[in-house]
């Protein structure tokens, strides 16, 4: 399935979107949202995986204090924070915006030529732009 | 009537920990009311994962807090996100959501630079660590503001004044 067709496609199934990504062969390393690598990650099973014991929630604790927030003001909170500030300073300065930009056009005509070439492959396909 | 929400799966919902002397295993932490806050929003969103972390990765995280798709209609992971010359990957909503239009989209990310073609769609969130001295309830705090939204017919024009009254950066 072409990633146009898909794009605008009325329904959304997860196995369109994987046949129209293509998967890979190997898992290449990952990095984590916060910049690093994620664990190593190629061997991690749900069996390995251990949760750690919290203090316990209950559905009544969440209705009452949800019911004593102050929505507008952890709205001003959220949107107030350095960081948040630095990421949006970070994102309108860098000059990424326009490849970016340039690139989702690309990417919108995704032509089966260029699919052909790049194997359907986006971020292979991505990686071979020059963003900066 | 805001029909989904994406957030990243490691940084809000848990806290991972690679622990020394096993190469792979590792123990996760829930957020406080996470299945509480999931239970709820779930009622109200379609909810998706959208991480930069790969397929085995967040399925592992997954498959522990939720066995049966219970509320994550879908899961998105590295592959579908753009790496180049850039430290981290870049998230794009408009490939992957279909034919939903992008003011009925929320995101909830900790890191709003990753969809910069989308910042008037984020909900920033802190990410999780745990305070022994005093109980998270972040979750609590955005479910009250996600509810706030779902009522709203264009979230880009509430994020965007949210971000102009808010913040210096205008």
């Known amino acids: ?132 | 009537m805001v029909s989904t929400f994406a957030t990243d799966t490691a940084d809000e919902v848990v806290e991972a920990i690679n622990e020394q002397g096993g190469p792979t295993e590792l123990s996760i932490k829930y957020r406080p009311y996470l299945h509480e806050f999931l239970e709820d929003m779930s009622n109200k969103f379609e909810l998706v994962i959208y991480t930069t972390f790969n397929q085995v990765y967040m399925n592992a995280i997954m498959d522990c807090i939720e066995k049966k798709k219970k509320y994550f209609a879908y899961r998105f992971y590295d592959e579908f996100c753009l790496f180049a010359n850039i430290s981290s990957g870049v998230k794009c909503l408009d490939f992957l959501f279909g034919n939903r239009t992008s003011k009925d989209i929320i995101i909830v990310e900790n890191r709003v630079k990753t969809f910069p073609m989308s910042i008037d769609n984020v909900v920033p969130v802190s990410c999780y660590s745990e305070d022994d001295t005093k109980k998270d309830a972040e979750l609590i705090k955005l479910a009250s503001v996600l509810d706030q939204l779902a009522h709203e017919k264009d979230v880009n024009e509430v994020i965007k004044f949210y971000r102009h009254t808010n913040s210096v950066t205008k």
């Open chain 1, 1 to 132: 399935m072409a990633l146009e067709q898909f794009a605008h496609s009325a329904t959304f199934e997860e196995e369109k979107v994987k046949e129209a990504f293509h998967k890979k062969d190997e898992m290449s390393p990952a990095k984590s949202s916060k910049g690093g690598a994620a664990p190593t990650s190629h061997f991690i099973k749900p069996s390995m995986m251990k949760i750690q014991e919290t203090l316990k929630d209950s559905t009544e604790e969440y209705m009452k204090i949800k019911a004593s927030v102050n929505a507008a003001q952890h709205v001003k909170d959220i949107f107030s924070t350095s960081e948040y500030k630095e990421d949006i300073a970070e994102t309108k300065n860098q000059k990424t915006p326009h490849s970016l930009q340039a690139m989702k056009y690309k990417l919108e005509a995704f032509t089966p030529e260029v699919q052909k070439k790049f194997g359907k492959n986006l971020t292979q396909f991505a990686g071979m732009l020059n963003f900066e």
